[in-house]
């Protein structure tokens, strides 16, 4: 229900007006006829016509700016990978760089992970002991990444700051092996 106060069209489309259920099959013909009309028309289809049109409908109709113009305009940028050596027993990790957060996230939760895991002994990632260890690990970089990860083209992004072995340290350090903590001791 709570999705109604978000998105009315969501509530509509996807909710059914909170008729769907387990095992509900949901379909959406519209989507479908725009990955079919892309697929014929390429880039064009996004650019003019009615895809553009109607995104820009759906986005007014939501409060939303985005208008055919923007569409047309929009450009995707090419951005390097983010690759860090050495990052979990000696594995290469090629991740999304900021604006994504996950690739960052990731490589402190891992990095972090890999120290619980050698500290304890290795014990089997399925085991209790090795997922409290991994819920432990990416608490701290959850906490970090809602704080400073951004678009680094509209704020500063300290990438090296939150890669930096010392912080994975002191990150490490504050985790207890048989004790969960709250989100406000983090």
């Given at each position: 229900?709570?999705?109604?106060?978000?998105?009315?069209?969501?509530?509509?489309?996807?909710?059914?007006?909170?008729?769907?259920?387990?095992?509900?099959?949901?379909?959406?013909?519209?989507?479908?006829?725009?990955?079919?009309?892309?697929?014929?028309?390429?880039i064009?289809?996004?650019?003019?016509?009615?895809?553009?049109?109607?995104?820009?409908?759906?986005?007014?109709?939501?409060?939303?700016?985005?208008?055919?113009?923007s569409i047309?305009?929009?450009?995707?940028?090419?951005?390097?990978?983010?690759?860090?050596k050495?990052?979990?027993?000696?594995?290469?990790?090629?991740?999304?760089?900021?604006?994504?957060?996950?690739?960052?996230?990731?490589?402190?939760?891992?990095?972090?992970?890999e120290?619980?895991?050698?500290?304890?002994?290795?014990?089997?990632l399925?085991?209790?002991?090795?997922?409290?260890?991994?819920?432990?690990?990416?608490?701290?970089?959850?906490?970090l990444?809602?704080?400073?990860?951004?678009?680094?083209?509209?704020?500063?992004?300290?990438?090296?700051?939150?890669?930096?072995?010392?912080?994975?340290?002191?990150?490490?350090?504050?985790?207890?092996?048989?004790?969960?903590?709250?989100?406000?001791?983090?």
């Amino acid at each position: 229900p709570w999705t109604k106060t978000i998105s009315q069209w969501t509530w509509r489309q996807w909710c059914h007006e909170g008729t769907v259920t387990v095992g509900s099959k949901l379909s959406n013909e519209a989507l479908a006829e725009t990955l079919e009309t892309l697929g014929r028309r390429g880039i064009e289809a996004w650019r003019t016509g009615p895809i553009p049109e109607g995104l820009s409908r759906i986005a007014r109709a939501s409060g939303g700016k985005l208008n055919v113009n923007s569409i047309a305009e929009y450009r995707a940028d090419e951005i390097e990978p983010l690759t860090l050596k050495n990052r979990f027993f000696g594995d290469t990790i090629i991740t999304m760089p900021p604006p994504s957060s996950g690739g960052i996230a990731i490589a402190q939760i891992l990095a972090t992970y890999e120290r619980l895991l050698k500290a304890a002994g290795n014990p089997p990632l399925e085991s209790t002991q090795g997922r409290h260890l991994l819920i432990e690990a990416m608490k701290p970089a959850f906490a970090l990444r809602a704080r400073y990860l951004a678009d680094p083209a509209f704020a500063p992004v300290p990438i090296d700051r939150l890669l930096d072995e010392g912080l994975v340290e002191s990150m490490t350090a504050d985790i207890d092996p048989h004790r969960a903590r709250t989100a406000e001791e983090i």
